[in-house]
């Protein structure tokens, strides 16, 4: 199996030896950057397979750094965890309306963090035998990992491209939150609703054409795809 690669994003080099240390004891290639400009450099150069990004950068905070990666198409679908010291809810909200696929505050168990890194991972490996889903004008690819709308393709964050694939798959199957976030990224915690609500609405303004909505919201439930 091919040695995965993370790229490491912090201006605290205590925080990065630590973290290095534990990535690399679980097998994986790590890559480090202490600023923006250099993140930047290696996820263009390398192409990593994740991405552990803090917000607090001495340049390009990591709020810009995401938005650099999501504008370019060959880097847009790399997932993204960002890490932060500051706990409040608007900032996670920020980040992943920016494309985060992940949210994690300082300090943070290594145990977690590497569990989030594989949960990420697991999703960028297509598992169903089906190669393309296709409902009305929308069409997911599972080997591209791309969607297209009337033959459009447009820009997803891996998060959103695994829970749209997902509630494709089962089409007007009415997932609860927890069963989504199961399914789609592998984990499940405490206080991801809100999260998930953030990915859902970034997902239909994305995809939804006119007056039909493909994600219908179960009140008091959580999610399921309508077929045109």
Known sequence: MTQQTILLVDDDPEIIKTTLHYLEQEGYEVLVAYNGMDALTAVSNYAPDCVVLDVMMPDLDGWEILRRIREQAKTAVIPVIMLTARVEETDKIHGLNLGADDYMTKPYSMGELIARIRARLRRTQPSSPQRQLRTGQITLDLDAVSVSIAETEID????????????????ERVFTREELLEEALGYTYEGLGRTLDSHIKNLRRKIDLGDHQSIKTVYGIGYRFVEE
Do not use: H, K, V
């Open 156 to 171: 997803l964050t891996r998060t959103e491209f695994d829970l749209l694939r997902t509630l494709m798959q089962q089409p």
